[in-house]
């Protein structure tokens, strides 16, 4: 039994399930077979996981909202090679990995060749944060055992 490297992205129609089973106070899990039958991943839905995780997104959000506002600010006030921008952004993001997905971002020439900053927020990407905030996901090959003793056999075998 271990963690999963498999993306929890593969399993969003089970993260949207209502069918999960409560372990012990702010913890649900929930089984989903592996393809071809020998395993089964067990997704673990943690309360205080969440909050921490969508509190973090947060405050990534904000900081690249604020360092993109601050650039665009720059780039009207001083002509600007696109090059320089593009640097300055990708560097924004590089730091805020977290919500970078949020942002798309173009750093474009205008009919002088001077960088101009256009951005906006993907809601796709924050739907799916929202979905998978909190969530984890860990594998076995003992298919027959309830969620809640597998949950617990990991935690005795990390603990």
């Known amino acids: 039994m271990g963690m ?10 089970e993260l949207l399930d209502e069918d999960w089973q409560l372990v012990h106070e702010g913890l649900e899990v929930r089984i989903t077979p592996a393809p071809g039958g020998k395993e089964v ?18 405050c990534f ?7 993109l506002a601050k650039i665009q600010t720059s780039c009207q006030k001083k002509k600007q090679k696109p090059v320089a921008i593009a640097t300055r952004v990708g ?3 590089g730091r805020n990995t977290r919500a970078a997905a949020l942002f798309d971002v173009k750093v474009e020439g205008d009919s ?10 993907v809601g796709a990407w924050r739907e799916w944060a929202r979905l998978g ?9 003992v298919a027959d055992w309830s969620p809640e003793d597998l949950w617990r056999a990991y935690i005795q075998l990390t603990g």
């Open 4 to 13: 999963a490297k498999s993306s929890l992205r593969k399993f969003e129609l």
């Open 41 to 58: 991943f067990i997704l673990c839905r943690s309360a205080e996981r969440q909050a921490k995780e969508q509190a973090m997104h947060e």
């Open 61 to 67: 959000e904000q900081r690249i909202e604020e360092g």
């Open 91 to 93: 560097r924004l993001l």
């Open 112 to 121: 002088s060749g001077f960088a101009r900053l256009r951005w906006s927020k």
């Open 133 to 141: 905030e909190g969530c984890y996901m860990l594998r076995s090959n």
